[in-house]
């Protein structure tokens, strides 16, 4: 029974049958923010072994990081960042059982979407203007 | 025909031939990551943008050093395990474990490329 019809089984309807909705939106988002944060990461690791080099090495890093195209890679890594977050204690908030209905989903949705919004602006005017 | 019965051959190969292990592992790293990526934004974030002596200085203080590296080294783990994860869903066969091997090597190298910079800004 278990090796009847093995590798050709039919595949659930994917992403494309589907007309996008708040629910299905933020949780590709969700998947595009966490993966999508690792260009930050490795960024700030180079500029770290950078500054641990010495002040040549420094200069290489931060001129990358503190160009327009460095900023722009971190301000928007910044809002991917509130976004997973958020996201993320939807994910915890859902895993203890609790929020699982359409509504209460939907209300958590627009509150992801709008506190990452929100959280990003605060965080951007606090690091880039202090 | 096999003899093994359905029940001995289904055993211990659930479609992702292991437990639980990886969403616990990953729901552990994501509420570690809600107390230290605050942290890391209030105590190591402000040292980007800064000069070579202000970076080093900064960095050689114990509390900006030290959630730097666990908040770099646990975001590492967060995303080899996440990665992995989007790698099961959409590639399959020989592709699926290169992808899952080099982003697990890449992701355990820049860890500790960053514990080492980090050591040696602060020691």
């Known amino acids: 029974m278990a090796d009847v019809n ?8 994917h992403l494309q049958v589907y007309r996008p909705q708040l629910t299905s939106i933020t949780s590709i988002l969700t998947r595009i923010t966490g993966n999508a944060l690792i260009v930050a990461m490795l960024m700030i690791v180079w500029w770290l072994i ?40 939807r994910h915890l908030i859902w895993d203890s059982g609790v929020g699982l209905d359409l509504d209460t989903a939907y209300k958590l949705g627009y509150g992801v979407v709008g506190g990452s919004f929100v959280l990003w602006l605060l965080t951007l005017i606090i690091l880039f203007a202090v | ?39 890391f934004l209030i105590a190591v974030a402000p040292a980007i943008g800064k000069d070579y002596a202000g970076v080093t200085d900064h ?29 099961e869903d959409y590639v399959h066969g020989l592709w699926e474990k290169v992808l899952i091997i080099g982003m697990t090597c890449l992701c355990w190298g820049a860890s500790v490329v960053a514990i080492f910079a980090i050591a040696r800004l602060a020691l």
Not at chain 2, 3 to 17: F, L, P
Not at chain 2, 70 to 85: C, E, I, K, P, R
């Open chain 1, 6 to 13: 093995r590798g050709s089984r039919p595949l659930s309807p």
């Open chain 1, 50 to 89: 950078a500054a641990a080099t010495g002040p040549d090495a420094f200069a290489v890093a931060d001129g990358f990081v503190t160009s327009w195209f460095g900023i722009l890679i971190l301000a928007l890594s910044l809002w991917a960042l509130w976004y997973h977050f958020l996201a993320g204690v």
């Open chain 2, 59 to 87: 960095l050689s203080r114990p509390f900006p050093a030290i959630i730097a590296v666990l908040t770099l080294t646990v975001s590492f783990l967060h995303f080899a395990d996440g990665f992995q994860t989007l790698i």
């Open chain 2, 1 to 39: 025909m096999s003899y093994i019965t359905d029940r001995k051959r289904a055993n211990r190969w659930g479609s992702a031939k292991s437990g639980t292990q990886h969403f616990w592992r990953m729901k552990v790293q994501s509420v570690a990551l809600l107390v230290l990526i605050p942290l």
